[in-house]
């Protein structure tokens, strides 16, 4: 609120002031009753009670003063000159001269048509003469001779489009023409046999006839011009019927002679339109991996559903149960690591390795399952044709790397001498030859003694081991059971791992009729037993070898 509290000072902007002492804001009543009635009234205060500035004149002083006309301002109003003389003729010209004057009109009507006039709006009488063509004629020369033609509908443009065969029959009785398909032994289609029915096919329609409702309504001569008749149809030419262009590329004999007779047209050839198929686009495979094996991964390209890639039945059968087994040493820099021994087992069924690391005392190495069954690539191969390691790859000095890591074979066990001696044929002359020098050196310990040679020079336990070896071989060399019992635990160990069940390992002796109630037996068990539930085999078979 802007007020003036300084006498004297004009009423203008930059000499008006706010009351900072004001703190009554509230608005004067204006809305009141009387009679019962709700009457309006003016202020007579402004906002906060302030003085109010507005007129004191009545409303009638006020009327007074709107009406009286401003002579001691501007003087006598001059008078205006006279209008010009307008005639009747043309102040009244295009007047309703009875409204004026206070006659009402009816409104206007229209004018009544004269039958003169209307007679010679319509058009010209006009006279047609009939013609001489006779439809009984034509139906009884021309009945039950069709003209067949060989047509294709090219819709390749189109997404999902294709070329299709249609039989075009053109009626000569009464100028009808129906389309058939021709469907192919297991094209995939329903058998609808006529794609248009018979009827006359229209050419040339007339201008207002394009938006006919053709689907609901048959077309009469008032919306063609032209129909289709035999002449229409060429061999060799395009033909659009209802939409369709298809391409007559053949016909009939029938109809050659009647092109031949009627119009003189002796050269109808057949039109190859047969398409040579492309080339089958080779199949890429996306880039490996590495995640499984090449072959299953593949199988996500080739089907909907992968399905496991086809084995060979033969070789599994025949391969069955046949593992060849080599001791390696992993080539590293790290010095823990120059002592570690690896069994590598190669599956004959599967062409699969696994790895096994025997757990050594006081080595602060867990040993175990180092790889399980898979097949590992060379590392020479590509990504998209894979080579995998193979029996003739591994031999007695031969490095095999393994995702990475290099290993050394050092020695083999017995069955794979006599495998390779089977099969000297996969096997190169190097390898052979490394074979034979490792059957020379005689006094070479043998596979898997060697494994436990170094360890028996530190650890007690091995020594321990060693000594009740051969005790036993000494008490037992006679017993019957010798060739056969690493054949039967092998048999149950699928991984090739060294350690068969507690368990089973109990089965396998009393099948054997190995002395296990022998107090040396019970005392190697005892020494072999790896935790609670596994026994390792690898050391007491060889309490019954020599």
């Keep these: 609120m802007v007020s003036n509290p300084v006498h004297g000072l004009p009423f203008l902007p930059g000499t008006s002031f706010r009351d900072s002492t004001k703190t009554a804001f509230h608005r004067s009543q204006t809305l009141g009753y009387r009679n019962g009635y709700a009457i309006a009234r003016r202020p007579t205060v402004g906002i906060g009670g302030d003085r109010l500035q507005f007129n004191q004149l009545s409303q009638a002083e006020l009327d007074e003063l709107a009406n009286k006309a401003p002579v001691l301002t501007y003087g006598q109003p001059k008078q205006a000159p006279p209008a010009d003389f307008i005639p009747a003729h043309v102040a009244f010209d295009k007047k309703t001269f009875l409204e004026s004057q206070g006659i009402e009109l009816n409104p206007p009507e229209k004018m009544a048509l004269d039958p003169y006039t209307e007679l010679r709006k319509q058009p010209p009488r006009k006279y047609v003469t009939p013609s001489d063509f006779d439809q009984l004629k034509q139906f009884l020369t021309f009945d039950k001779q069709v003209l067949r033609f060989y047509a294709t509908w090219d819709d390749t443009d189109n997404m999902f489009g294709e070329c299709r065969n249609y039989i075009i029959h053109y009626y000569l009785m009464d100028d009808t023409v129906e389309i058939r398909e021709v469907h192919e032994r297991n094209d995939g289609r329903d058998p609808f046999p006529l794609l248009v029915n018979r009827q006359r096919m229209p050419k040339v329609l007339v201008e207002n006839a394009k938006n006919f409702p053709r689907c609901v309504l048959e077309i009469s001569d008032q919306e063609v011009l032209e129909w289709y008749t035999a002449k229409d149809f060429i061999v060799g030419k395009p033909l659009t019927i209802l939409g369709r262009t298809f391409f007559i590329y053949d ?231 010798k060739d056969s019992i690493r054949e039967a635990f092998q048999v149950y160990d699928k991984e090739a791992s060294g350690y068969v069940d507690r368990e089973m390992f109990f089965k396998i002796c009393e099948s054997l009729n190995v002395p296990i109630d022998d107090s040396l037996v019970k005392e190697l068990i005892r020494l072999c037993s790896h935790g609670e539930d596994k026994i390792d085999y690898y050391n007491f078979v060889r309490a019954f070898s020599n």
């Design 251 to 481: 016909c009939d004999p029938f109809t050659r002679q009647y092109y031949k007779e009627k119009f003189g047209i002796s050269d109808l050839p057949r039109i190859d339109v047969s398409k040579q198929e492309p080339p089958p686009v080779k199949q890429e495979l996306p880039p490996y991996n590495g995640f499984g094996l090449f072959e299953d991964s593949a199988q996500n390209c080739f089907v909907l559903i992968p399905k496991a890639p086809k084995t060979n039945v033969i070789k599994m059968l025949l391969n069955d149960n046949k593992v060849l087994r080599y001791l390696a040493a992993l080539e590293s820099p790290i010095p823990e690591d120059k002592d570690r021994r690896f069994v590598f087992s190669y599956f004959l069924a599967t062409d699969m390795i696994s790895i096994f690391e025997p757990p050594v005392r006081n080595s602060g190495i867990i040993g175990g399952k180092y790889l399980g069954r898979t097949k590992v690539v060379k590392p020479n191969s590509t990504a998209d044709n894979p080579v995998y390691y193979g029996p003739s790859d591994f031999y007695i000095g031969a490095m095999i790397e393994v995702f990475g890591h290099r290993f050394i074979i050092l020695d083999t066990d017995e069955y794979v001498l006599k495998y390779m001696e089977s099969n000297a044929a996969q096997y190169t002359p190097e390898a052979l030859s490394s074979i034979q020098n490792h059957i020379q050196k005689q006094e070479a310990p043998s596979f898997p003694s060697f494994l436990y040679s170094k360890q028996a020079e530190e650890d007690p336990g091995v020594q321990e081991m060693e000594a009740l070896i051969d005790k036993i071989q000494k008490q037992l060399k006679d017993h019957s059971c």
